[in-house]
């Protein structure tokens, strides 16, 4: 108790866990008055990354089919839940609390994480391409949820919605009182264009969607394909090696070139299952998987803003040799990224084969994987700042 103010500070910082954090704020009134300071809560959070509290993913596997010569995709059940490790309860997280999940929890899809929140859509029937989400954002752990009002527009557009995103509310922070929903959309008015538009969450007063352009990225958007997600950003590929990417901070698409090593014009662009991914490694930093005709998977990496660069490249042939079920007949075609996730992919030899292993990208070490994990893992935080209040007296 005779250690300073300013040195006790310090020393609360060096806390890693958020928390311990919390368990710290209650030894005390006085160590409760220094972690609940705002200066405090910044510095902190400055120093730590944050508590990933688990991912949750889809509890069948993502059945593609074709209507027609249309990809449509299938999930006979709901999601489920993975916590990070033991101390982190799955009762928390549940979504149970959604209407209709316990009655049709197939209608239920995840479109986008960011911290502790879930931006949802409820789908009553199979979705057209011009209809508007049903959007829900909530919070699991603790059981809130809002439904977003669709954009109105005038009955002479036509739009086709391609994508809805979690973006970070006012101070670069997101919370479920705080946060930004983002849609694009490409609209048929004389002629094609695209646009985004922005839902504004702020203290559940004065929400609002506004229109805005998205930059370089505009005339692209009508044809990017999904190349996958990482903690900050959303990646596309669009023309001729170039890479967009929608930044959930900023709000604001980038584009860059993908390594040129890659005959990106070559590879077989489909909706569900593709052959290039962009994730994020054990390292926080993003990695471009790509699997290659002859079937090895390469990693590229990029330091410092720099051109991407090879990093790793395994023989996928050679390498699940051991596996069990493995077949050389599977190697007979590319083989396709069907689940990714942090620091991770889980490939199968085909869209319809019942063989699934995954690759950590920082061992590059492969294993059997269940074909149950669904398109994408999403990761779930803990809810930042936590909810504490200083305590009245000394």
Same mark, same amino acid.
């Given at each position: 108790?005779?250690?300073?103010?300013?040195?006790l500070s310090?020393?609360?910082?060096r806390?890693?866990?958020?928390?311990?954090?919390?368990?710290?704020?209650?030894?005390?009134?006085?160590?409760?008055?220094?972690? %609940?300071?705002?200066?405090? $809560?910044?510095?902190?959070?400055?120093?730590?990354?944050? %508590?990933?509290?688990?991912?949750?993913? +889809?509890?069948?596997?993502?059945?593609? +089919? &074709?209507?027609g010569?249309?990809?449509?995709?299938?999930?006979?059940?709901?999601?489920?839940?993975?916590?990070?490790?033991?101390?982190?309860?799955?009762?928390?997280?549940?979504? =149970?609390?959604?209407? !209709?999940?316990? =009655?049709?929890?197939?209608h239920? *899809?995840?479109?986008?994480?960011?911290?502790? &929140? &879930?931006?949802m859509? +409820? /789908?009553?029937?199979?979705?057209?391409?011009?209809r508007?989400?049903n959007m829900?954002?909530? #919070?699991?752990l603790?059981?809130?949820?809002r439904?977003?009002?669709?954009?109105?527009?005038?009955?002479? *557009?036509?739009?086709?919605? /391609?994508?809805?995103?979690?973006?970070?509310?006012?101070?670069?922070?997101?919370?479920?009182?705080?946060?930004r929903?983002?849609? &694009?959309?490409?609209?048929?008015?004389?002629?094609?264009f695209?646009f985004?538009?922005?839902?504004?969450?702020?203290? !559940?007063?004065?929400s609002?969607?506004?229109?805005?352009?998205i !930059?370089?990225?505009?005339p692209?958007?009508?044809v990017?394909?999904?190349?996958?997600?990482?903690?900050?950003?959303?990646?596309?590929?669009a023309?001729?090696g170039i $890479?967009?990417? $929608?930044?959930?901070?900023?709000? #604001?698409?980038?584009?860059?070139?993908?390594p040129?090593?890659e005959?990106w014009?070559?590879?077989?662009?489909?909706?569900? +299952?593709?052959?290039?991914?962009?994730?994020d490694?054990?390292?926080?930093?993003?990695?471009?998987?790509?699997?290659?005709e *002859?079937?090895?998977?390469?990693?590229?990496?990029?330091? *410092?803003?720099? #051109?991407?660069?090879? #990093?790793?490249r395994?023989?996928?042939?050679?390498? %699940?040799r051991?596996?069990?079920?493995y077949?050389?007949?599977?190697?007979?075609?590319?083989?396709c990224?069907? %689940?990714?996730?942090p620091?991770f992919?889980?490939?199968?030899?085909?869209?319809?084969?019942?063989?699934?292993?995954?690759?950590?990208?920082?061992?590059?070490k492969?294993?059997?994987?269940?074909?149950?994990?669904?398109?994408?893992?999403y990761?779930?935080?803990?809810?930042?700042?936590?909810?504490?209040?200083?305590?009245l007296?000394?």
């Open positions: 108790m005779e250690v300073p103010d300013e040195i310090l020393i609360l910082e806390i890693d866990s958020h928390i311990s954090l919390i368990c710290a704020a209650a030894v005390c009134k006085r160590w409760r008055h220094t972690i %609940t300071n705002t200066d405090f $809560l910044c510095r902190y959070r400055s120093l730590h990354s944050s %508590t990933i509290a688990g991912n949750y993913h +889809y509890d069948t596997p993502a059945q593609s +089919y &074709l209507i010569s249309r990809a449509q995709v299938r999930r006979s059940v709901g999601l489920v839940f993975v916590p990070s490790s033991p101390s982190i309860h799955t009762r928390h997280f549940t979504l =149970d609390f959604l209407p !209709g999940m316990i =009655d049709f929890p197939s239920w *899809d995840i479109h986008d994480s960011r911290g502790s &929140l &879930l931006l859509n +409820y /789908r009553e029937s199979s979705p057209l391409p011009h508007h989400p829900f954002v909530c #919070e699991p603790t059981r809130r949820f439904r977003i009002p669709p954009p109105s527009y005038s009955n002479d *557009d036509i739009h086709t919605f /391609r994508g809805s995103y979690l973006i970070d509310g006012a101070d670069s922070h997101i919370s479920f009182s705080n946060f929903v983002m849609c &694009l959309f490409i609209r048929r008015h004389d002629d094609y695209s985004a538009t922005v839902f504004n969450e702020v203290g !559940g007063a004065g609002s969607w506004s229109d805005k352009t !930059g370089d990225a505009e692209l958007l009508p990017m394909s999904f190349l996958g997600c990482s903690k900050d950003s959303w990646h596309f590929y023309l001729d $890479l967009a990417t $929608l930044n959930k901070s900023t709000r #604001e698409f980038s584009t860059s070139l993908l040129s090593t005959d014009s070559s590879l077989p662009w489909k909706k569900y +299952y593709m052959n290039v991914g962009v994730i490694s054990h390292d926080g930093a993003t990695r471009i998987i790509v699997i290659s *002859d079937n090895s998977a390469k990693v590229f990496a990029r330091r *410092d803003g720099s #051109e991407w660069a090879l #990093e790793k395994v023989m996928l042939s050679e390498v %699940t051991g596996l069990s079920g077949r050389p007949s599977f190697f007979n075609h590319r083989l990224i069907s %689940t990714s996730g620091g992919v889980i490939l199968t030899a085909q869209p319809s084969a019942p063989w699934f292993f995954s690759i950590d990208l920082k061992t590059m492969v294993a059997l994987a269940a074909s149950d994990m669904g398109h994408i893992v990761q779930s935080e803990l809810p930042w700042p936590p909810a504490l209040k200083a305590c007296g000394n």
